[in-house]
């Protein structure tokens, strides 16, 4: 069965989920990366997107990733096609993974950036890592060089940190820093041990 010892990783852009994976791989947590295995079908698949957005968004046999980000940020319905496409493939593979992971019977973390936005993953555990969306906008202006309205237009496509801490089961807060980040996956780390 998939999923039973799953705990899902989620967070806004520039919230701290690489930061946090880290250091909570670091306590031994094995993980299941969905940008990973994400960008992996987009390659595999680059003659669809070639046929969905055009040739010019794939260059020898790989997808220009910089290239299509901006269009699909910048236009929700292509956002909606690539999502149409990618997401059932990213669904099996994760799927399968967990299958694999399940058979150690102890937690491990699937980093799914649109864990909420998707609601298709039946897992019920769930980590966000937050920090105040002020913060966000400005570690990803800093992080990624983009100017305000393209930076909160990435942030704005995902649904809101606050409602991602809500949602979820524990919450790394990320809003201070590298030293406060470390107690505070030490605090999840035990969390979940417990929970399982």
């Known amino acids: 069965m998939a999923y039973e010892y799953a705990v899902a990783l989620t967070g806004g852009i520039a919230t701290g989920k690489s930061s946090a994976t880290v250091l909570l791989s670091l306590y031994g947590f094995r993980f299941i990366d969905a940008d990973k295995i994400a960008h992996s079908m987009l390659d595999l698949h680059h003659e669809k997107i070639a046929e969905l957005f055009g ?76 920090t105040p969306k002020s913060k966000q906008l400005e570690r990803l202006i800093k992080r990624d060089g983009y100017d305000d309205a393209e930076a909160l237009q990435r ?33 999840v780390k035990e969390e979940i041990l417990n929970a399982f």
């Open 55 to 130: 040739d010019s968004f794939v260059l020898d046999g790989k997808v220009d990733r910089g290239a299509l980000g901006q269009l699909v940020f910048a236009d929700s319905s292509k956002r909606k096609a690539l999502e149409n496409l990618l997401h059932p493939l990213i669904y099996n593979e994760i799927e399968r993974l967990s299958q694999e992971q399940d058979k150690f019977k102890k937690p491990y973390i699937i980093d799914i950036p649109l864990f909420f936005e998707g609601d298709r993953y039946p897992i019920s555990k769930s980590i966000t890592t937050y």
């Open 155 to 187: 942030i704005e496509s995902q649904l809101d940190i606050e409602e991602k801490r809500k949602r979820a089961t524990f919450v790394i807060d990320n809003s201070g820093d590298l030293k406060q980040l470390q107690r505070e996956c030490e605090r």
